[in-house]
């Protein structure tokens, strides 16, 4: 890898990625930034060109790494992804906002990641790529139950555990980029809708041990209700009982989590 670029070069990297425009840009669904691990001078430097480096080469694929300069301390490492479902326009959008968003942020951090509806960036100072990392994750979950009847409640979290073993196998398959999606009937009324995406850096074994982490917290956090959302540095797990992720059937009504009241519940070492 060659050498850092000029020192104005890296500040004007690092200024266009803070000042770039974010009135359009869509809201994170959840943010990690290590304020407790501080970046060098030569470190933010690097963590500035990785990220340009990201937002320009992503976008072609939906996934793209890279790294940045020398040293064990400075050396700066990146990962941009769209979940593998959308649109290649609505992955080139997500992935043109979320670096700028990122650096903005968590501006001075050693490490960080940011996860969108459609897109996920993450860097860091430490080399993290097909590794899985159990620390910092973040459930939200809706208010509601999907149902209030007991018997119904036990039946719809037996229906979920298998669904959501499904998308897991799916995910950790190899030749699927790390994306697992299905559904199953509830009920006359009820279809449950599910979706994995992991990190495509991930291994398949990595892949199903991030998931099953979540589907463990789901157990705890999200028994009976009508909708709930894990993210973590290399997985993310959702459902609903509205479909939400693509393609969509003509006519579909389309989910949005944001417009449920939600409880949010934070996991860390």
Not at 25 to 42: G, V
Not at 179 to 199: H, M
Not at 212 to 228: D, L, M, N, V
Not at 237 to 262: D, H, Q, T
């Amino acid at each position: 890898m060659t050498s850092p670029p000029a020192p104005v070069l890296s500040l004007f990297l690092l200024f266009l990625l803070i000042a770039y425009p974010l009135c359009h840009a869509a809201a994170p669904l959840t943010e990690y930034c290590s304020y407790d691990k501080k970046a060098s001078s030569a470190a933010k430097a690097n963590i500035a060109r990785v990220l340009a480096t990201l937002q320009s080469n992503a976008p072609s694929n939906g996934f793209y790494t890279a790294s940045y300069g020398t040293g064990s301390v400075d050396r700066a490492y990146g990962l941009a992804q769209c979940r593998q479902d959308v649109s290649v326009e609505d992955c080139r959008i997500c992935l043109r906002d979320a670096p700028p968003q990122l650096s903005k942020r968590c501006k001075g951090q050693a490490e960080a990641w940011m996860w969108f509806d459609y897109c996920f960036v993450r860097y860091d100072t430490t080399p993290f790529t097909g590794k899985f990392d159990s620390g910092y994750g973040v459930y939200d979950y809706s208010e509601y139950n999907v149902t209030e009847n007991v018997v119904e409640q036990r039946r719809f979290d037996r229906e979920l555990r298998s669904l959501l073993g499904k998308v897991k196998t799916q995910a950790a398959a190899r030749g699927n980029l790390g994306l697992g999606r299905d559904q199953t009937k509830f009920s006359s009324a009820v279809t449950i809708y599910a979706l994995a995406q992991c990190t495509r850096d991930l291994p398949s074994q990595a892949c199903s041990k991030c998931l099953s982490t979540e589907i463990g917290y789901f157990a705890q956090f999200c028994p009976q209700r009508k909708a709930c959302r894990g993210l973590t540095s290399g997985c993310y797990l959702r459902y609903e009982i509205y479909p939400f992720f693509f393609p969509l059937s003509p006519g579909s009504p389309k989910a949005s989590l944001a417009a449920e009241p939600l409880v949010s519940k934070v996991v860390s070492p």
